[in-house]
């Protein structure tokens, strides 16, 4: 005979087990609940019913000579903002300094190869990953030491950085005659119809990723992202993953300077500017939470997909300019309004089930 106090638990939905009593539920079922209610398989799907509806619309949008390489590849250097942005706003900051750290590292790649020929392209790729880490170090010593929010810091070298690469560069630009062949094949090589541009970004998506979802430090993170004084109080150490974090957005950042010398080959003082809001964007539509504390970088990578498919499609629907931006903030805002009603009612079934029992 089932006691009154059993009722409760017996009658716990799958949704209310997955979130408070997990491992009630066998290993392939939890994995299976939880990739059907994830907000990653939302926004997939979304992205597969645009490009459906562009492609019924121009079959040329995918089944052209150069259309699914460049679905693969237009994204790639975005994905590379994201997934950095990502792990940034995981730890409730953001980092709006990525486009001019972009912007530094791509002229600093035409530079050295111009002013020093023959070097290997491996040792521009490391320089520019450094530059990046340095900068992001800045940014993240400010923000972990200087107590000052991450959103006023990154504004503040964001104007820094893009000045110090409007006084470098001026109205030089390096072209893509300037460039070593085999750099520039980067941009362009494929590998079984995949762009190498799209491998880099969907390597480092994954090695990011998992360390994230299985290694401490990244658990860290998102514990100091939904309560950056617990975890302090935690014991955890929060300045330390700070820097981290940051020092991780600026290397990728600079990688992705690197790529973008080698996709388009030439480079000018306005690269990059106005591309750490679709970085934000993309993390923000992908799930990642703008409070923190919740999201992957795999939703941050589709949230790029997306904003770059969508800007592609839209004027093949013959959607004007305005209208374009318009479905871009839509998505932001739907994306936020989303997250503020999720976690609302997560707290409710949680304070539900601590009644209950």
Avoid at 84 to 107: C, E, F, H, K, P
Avoid at 178 to 206: H, K, N, Q, Y
Avoid at 317 to 327: H, K, N, P
Wanted: some cysteine.
């Amino acid at each position: 005979m089932t006691t009154p106090t059993q009722t409760p638990h017996a009658e716990v939905s799958t949704g209310e087990a997955l979130l408070v009593q997990p491992s009630r539920m066998s290993p392939t079922r939890r994995a299976l609940t939880t990739v059907l209610r994830s907000r990653e398989l939302s926004i997939f799907l979304v992205l597969v019913a645009v490009v459906v509806l562009a492609t019924t619309k121009n079959n040329s949008f995918l089944f052209s000579s150069d259309g699914w390489r460049n679905f693969l590849l237009n994204p790639s250097i975005l994905v590379l903002l994201a997934v950095g942005q990502g792990v940034v706003i995981i730890t409730r900051n953001v980092d709006l300094s990525v486009g001019s750290v972009m912007a530094l590292t791509a002229y600093l790649t035409g530079r050295l190869f111009v002013d020093h020929p023959g070097l290997p392209i491996v040792a521009v790729i490391a320089a520019c990953l450094l530059l990046g880490a340095v900068l992001g170090l800045v940014n993240g010593i400010l923000v972990a030491y200087g107590k000052v929010p991450a959103l006023v810091i990154t504004l503040g070298t964001l104007y820094i950085y893009r000045g110090i690469m409007l006084t470098w560069a001026g109205s030089d630009r390096i072209n893509a005659g300037d460039l070593p062949r085999e750099f520039l094949r980067l941009g362009t090589r494929s590998v079984l119809g995949v762009p190498m541009l799209t491998i880099v970004a969907v390597v480092v998506l994954a090695v990011v990723g998992y360390y994230l979802h299985t290694a401490r430090g990244g658990r860290e993170l998102y514990a100091i992202g939904s309560d950056p004084d617990a975890a302090v109080l935690y014991g955890l150490p929060v300045r330390r993953r700070l820097l981290a974090a940051f020092v991780l957005s600026g290397a990728l950042a600079g990688l992705a300077g690197a790529l973008y010398t080698a996709r388009y080959g030439t480079v000018s003082s306005g690269v990059g500017s106005g591309i750490e809001l679709q970085a934000v964007a993309a993390a923000v539509i992908g799930g990642i939470a703008i409070f923190g504390g919740s999201g992957t970088v795999w939703g941050a990578a589709i949230g790029a997909f997306l904003l770059v498919t969508i800007n592609r499609a839209l004027p093949s629907l013959g959607i004007e300019d305005f209208w374009q931006r318009a479905v871009v903030g839509a998505l932001i805002l739907g994306a936020i309004v989303l997250d503020r009603v999720l976690a609302t009612r997560q707290a409710r079934k949680l304070a539900e089930s601590r009644d209950r029992s």
